[in-house]
């Protein structure tokens, strides 16, 4: 059962091709590269989702603000909001093979700073997806 899940898990994740690992890439960046980017990239629309949610449950303040206060608050509250900050990186463990968790618990105060920066820079790039669109 266990290989069939891990099978099925890193089938259906996308291939980054510039996600390099080299000879002499640390565990944490290999782990980065080949676990964390491609769930991230796969978890994507969940992702903003999820900060969309954040958005409206906050009153819609984020939409008030300019851009660079934007910048800000997607860096503040994935930062500072501990209930965010579980969601995202349980969006992201949940999809982890068995092996790869193991591995994950064994360095998982790193793993999870990664996974926030990566989440962060996912949000940042594509600001232009937390527009209110009238409908």
């Given amino acids: 059962m266990t290989n069939e899940r891990s099978d099925n898990l890193q089938r259906i994740r996308p291939k980054i091709v510039s996600a390099l690992v080299l000879d002499n890439t640390s565990i944490e960046e290999r782990f980065q590269n080949t676990t964390l980017r491609p769930i991230l990239k796969l978890q994507h629309e969940l992702l903003v989702e999820i900060f969309k949610n954040y958005i409206t449950t906050h009153k819609n303040v984020f939409l008030k603000l300019s851009i660079e206060q934007r910048t800000d608050y997607i860096k503040n509250t994935i930062s500072k909001d501990v209930s965010?900050?579980?969601?995202?990186?349980?969006?992201?463990?949940?999809?982890?093979?068995?092996?790869?968790?193991?591995?994950?618990?064994?360095?998982?105060?790193?793993?999870?700073k990664r996974i926030i920066?990566?989440?962060?820079?996912?949000?940042?790039?594509?600001?232009?997806?937390?527009?209110?669109?009238?409908s």
Avoid at 84 to 112: G, M, P, R, V, W
Avoid at 117 to 131: G, N, V
């Fill in 84 to 112: 965010l900050k579980h969601s995202i990186t349980n969006i992201i463990i949940a999809l982890f093979t068995i092996e790869e968790y193991k591995c994950y618990t064994k360095n998982s105060s790193a793993l999870n």
């Fill in 117 to 134: 920066a990566m989440a962060k820079e996912r949000l940042l790039s594509h600001m232009q997806l937390f527009e209110k669109k009238d």
